[in-house]
C-alpha cells in the first residue's frame, strides 16, 4: 500500500516583496488539515477538513499552494512509517502510519497511523522522535516521499 499525501503552502500574497510563507501543511488520510506555522513565530495545529481551513484562510486574504514541496528555501516532507516486523502485534506490517516533516517549520512532524483505529499525533523532536518511538531498532523505517 503506497499512500502520498497532499502537502501545501500557505501564504500571504500582499506581503512585499511578493509573499510571505504563513505555514506548511498536509491534508491526512481522514481528511484533517495538520498545519505547522513557520512565521512570524512556530507553532502547530489540526483542522477537521480542508473546507474549514479554506474558509477561514480566504476570510483573512491567504492562498494555498499545492504540489510545491520547496518553496522559497522552506521544504515540508511526506513520509511512510514501514514496519517490517510487528513488534507489539497492534500496527501489523508494512505502511502503517503516514505523516510530514516540517523541517523548516520548526523542525515539527506529525504522523497518522494507519488501520481500523487511526490516531495522530504531532512529535517535536521530528522525524528522529518518531524513529526513536516506533522503530523498533530497524524493524520499522521512515520512508521519505520523493
Known amino acids: 500500500m503506497e499512500l502520498k499525501l497532499?502537502?501545501?503552502?500557505?501564504?500571504e500574497p500582499e506581503k512585499k516583496p511578493l509573499q510571505q510563507i504563513i505555514a506548511?501543511?498536509?491534508i491526512l488520510p481522514d481528511g484533517q488539515v495538520a498545519i505547522a506555522r513557520c512565521l512570524p513565530n512556530a507553532?502547530?495545529?489540526t483542522f477537521p477538513s480542508l473546507n474549514s481551513f479554506q474558509q477561514l484562510q480566504d476570510k483573512?486574504?491567504?492562498?494555498?499552494?499545492?504540489?510545491?514541496?520547496s518553496l522559497e528555501?522552506?521544504?515540508l516532507k511526506t513520509f511512510q512509517l514501514v514496519r517490517k516486523k510487528d513488534v507489539t502485534g497492534i500496527?501489523?506490517?508494512g505502511v502503517v502510519a503516514v505523516g510530514c516533516y516540517f523541517q523548516s517549520c520548526g523542525g515539527i512532524a506529525v504522523m497518522q497511523w494507519l488501520g481500523e483505529v487511526t490516531s495522530t499525533a504531532w512529535y517535536t523532536?521530528?522525524?528522529e522522535q518518531i524513529e526513536l518511538i516506533h522503530g523498533h531498532n530497524g524493524k520499522t523505517q521512515i520512508v521519505m516521499d520523493v
Open 6 to 11: 497532499q502537502a501545501f503552502w500557505l501564504i
Open 24 to 26: 506548511g501543511g498536509v
Open 43 to 45: 507553532s502547530y495545529a
Open 60 to 69: 483573512r486574504g491567504r492562498q494555498l499552494i499545492f504540489d510545491q514541496p
Open 73 to 75: 528555501g522552506y521544504n
Open 91 to 93: 500496527s501489523g506490517t
Open 125 to 127: 523532536g521530528g522525524v
